[in-house]
């Protein structure tokens, strides 16, 4: 295989990292957008006369992505495959024989390896891309550890880990021995990268919408005095309630080795506090469409569940479902469609809207082409109905400014290169510090990108602009000093 080494041109802080990882399995976390799949193939191009380079990512878009880069370095380009499950495993053997550059996912690779289409010691260099992920029960561990005794492993990464502990659960899972980091201030870094201005949109709360929370309320309110009664919560106030507490209490009443009608009525209680506080989340985050399915779900759950029975019974319930629908009649809603309106105007800028739904995302992409200028497409997961073929297409056409306004559920966030986005929208705060910075690294790769948040105030918009952004600080000092 040959290497188109005048094409390869490194910067200073990328030779550096280069000279020091080189036979040291190592971890290298820099800020999105600086090159760490370049220094992946400049490492490639020292092993590629030892074996196979295997480069994994957790997204199938994304390993395609990997395959079009090292196609730019490498000839043949035969040799460079994008394996998925979805050849046939005659054609697969056969890949695995005739390639010398293999890019896939990593439930791909560990499929393939049961099945013993190649063996570890074929690979010289295990590339394993958005290596935060490397932890639990994901395929990137157990792969980790076959790759271990033969292979050189190169872990990257632009979010690791917010706390000390996870970050070495990740190390040794993946047998690191060396690990190379730069942060934004650094000297050699920071005149490559595009500056980001941030602004936090502070949105109100409209009256009528407060009015549908106070429903919502008072139906937690009385449900919370229930479990209180029965000592089942610590508190009865529903500010200090917590789904991920909730669903914690849950477990514990379900592990119990004894379980008679009491311990199922409060399994059920806390199943109704649980809807409850998803329902009032998505009227303060989303917009009232997104917020009426989901009561129409729990109204569809009723005939088979008593949690779901239990809300829809009740008065309040009632009130809530006709005033949304009043507001939706009237034309009213979440005053935060209104500024994506605002701020996806002008048709001549790209623009990615990031939104935690699929049907927000639906919904936002309808708003835009109906009441802008601005051309707008959905880009959702495969789990979520968009298949890779169209995935890919989109993000091409995106590239190619056939649309201006990409909106995205979460499956935009890591590593995908959306070239020439000049403006980012958060329709809402992620509580995850990781989240937060893929992001914001889709934007303003190439231009100078302005990442808009928008943010309910007095909301659990609030608190995870908080929590992500308190998360995010620890990350970073975490790994200033030194890990």
């Known amino acids: 295989m040959h290497f188109l080494k005048e094409k390869l041109k490194l910067r200073t802080y990328q030779e550096q990292i280069l000279g020091k990882i080189v036979n040291k399995n190592s971890f290298v976390v820099l800020p999105t957008g600086t090159g760490k799949t370049i220094i992946a193939i400049a490492l490639a191009s020292l092993q590629i006369s030892k074996g196979k380079i295997l480069i994994m990512a957790p997204t199938k ?141 502070m949105i109100e709360l409209p009256a009528e919408y407060r009015k549908i929370k106070t429903y919502l309320q008072s139906i937690l309110t009385k449900h919370v005095n229930i479990l209180y009664s029965r000592g089942s919560l610590k508190s009865q106030d529903i500010s200090h309630l917590r789904k991920l507490e909730l669903l914690r209490t849950q477990r514990a009443l379900f592990s119990q080795r004894e379980k008679g009608p009491d311990t199922y009525f409060l399994v059920s209680e806390l199943t109704v506090l649980i809807k409850l506080l998803h329902l009032i989340e998505m009227l303060e985050t989303q917009n009232l469409h997104t917020f009426n399915e989901s009561m129409k779900k729990i109204e569809s759950q009723a005939k088979s569940t008593k949690a779901s029975q239990r809300i829809i019974n009740e008065w309040d319930f009632k009130r809530a479902k006709i005033t949304a629908q009043t507001l939706i009649d009237e034309g009213i809603d979440h005053p935060k469609i209104a500024k994506i ?143």
């Open 61 to 201: 878009p994304l390993t395609v992505q990997h395959e079009k880069s090292f196609k730019e370095y490498f000839q043949p380009d035969e040799e460079i495959v994008h394996l998925t499950g979805a050849i046939s495993p005659i054609k697969r053997k056969e890949l695995w024989k005739n390639s010398k550059i293999i890019c896939a996912t990593p439930q791909t690779i560990e499929s393939d390896l049961i099945k013993r289409y190649f063996k570890p010691g074929d690979i010289s260099l295990a590339v394993f891309d958005e290596a935060h992920r490397t932890t639990g029960d994901y395929a990137y561990v157990w792969l980790a550890k076959q790759f271990s005794e033969t292979s050189q492993i190169l872990a990257l990464s632009a979010s690791p880990a917010s706390d000390q502990q996870r970050l070495d659960e990740i190390k040794a899972n993946l047998f690191i021995d060396n690990f190379e980091l730069l942060t934004e201030e650094n000297p050699h870094l920071k005149k490559h990268l595009k500056k980001k201005e941030i602004e936090r949109m």
């Open 341 to 483: 309106l605002e701020l996806t105007h002008n048709k001549n800028e790209k623009i990615i809207i990031f939104s935690q739904l699929r049907k927000t995302v639906e919904f936002l992409t309808e708003q835009i082409n109906l009441h802008t200028k601005s051309r707008a497409k959905a880009f959702v997961g495969q789990k979520e109905g968009m298949t890779q073929k169209k995935q890919i297409e989109t993000l091409e056409q995106f590239k190619d400014g056939e649309f201006n306004v990409l909106v995205a559920t979460s499956v935009s966030e890591e590593g995908l290169h959306i070239e020439n986005a000049d403006i980012g929208i958060f329709f809402e705060p992620v509580p995850s510090a990781l989240r937060t910075i893929q992001r914001r690294g889709r934007i303003g790769r190439i231009n100078i990108g302005k990442v808009y948040m928008l943010i309910t105030k007095d909301t659990i918009d609030e608190k995870y602009y908080w929590v992500s952004y308190h998360k995010e600080r620890r990350m970073k000092e975490l790994l200033e000093n030194g890990s």
